[in-house]
């Protein structure tokens, strides 16, 4: 196992979901910039509440950081976007009276701003 298999992951993960680390660590929270840029440079182990802070974040295993595993293993991890677009059609569906306008409409808007992030 490398010596810096953390760092390596914790750069990838960011790096894929295109978060400069002063983004990342202002939606994890409870870390500064210079501290998580020395996790990447494995100068530094992240705690453990700071380690299970970024698995979640990412939705990956807490193994797959430590470098145990080579699947994440993320509840969604690889989940196709027809499956995430039927959750998101099940909790609008919850929302508001099924057939109602006030549906129709969440509904067009959310499917709208999703599609924008893509």
Not at 63 to 79: A, I, S
Request: contains cysteine; proline residues 3%; glycine residues 6%.
């Amino acid at each position: 196992m490398e010596q810096n298999i953390v760092g390596q992951r914790l750069r990838v993960l960011r790096e894929k979901a295109k978060l400069s680390q002063a983004k990342l660590v202002l939606a994890v929270g409870d870390i500064k910039q210079p501290v998580y840029a020395r996790y990447e440079l494995g100068d530094i182990m992240p705690s453990y509440s700071v380690l299970v802070k970024i698995a979640d974040y990412f939705d990956v295993s807490t193994d797959y950081l430590l470098g145990r595993t080579e699947n994440p293993h993320g509840k969604y991890f690889g989940e196709s976007a027809l499956s995430q677009e039927t959750k998101m059609d099940d909790f609008i569906e919850m929302c508001f009276e099924p057939n109602t306008a006030a549906n129709a409409k969440l509904k067009e808007v959310l499917k709208k701003m999703l599609e924008e992030q893509k």
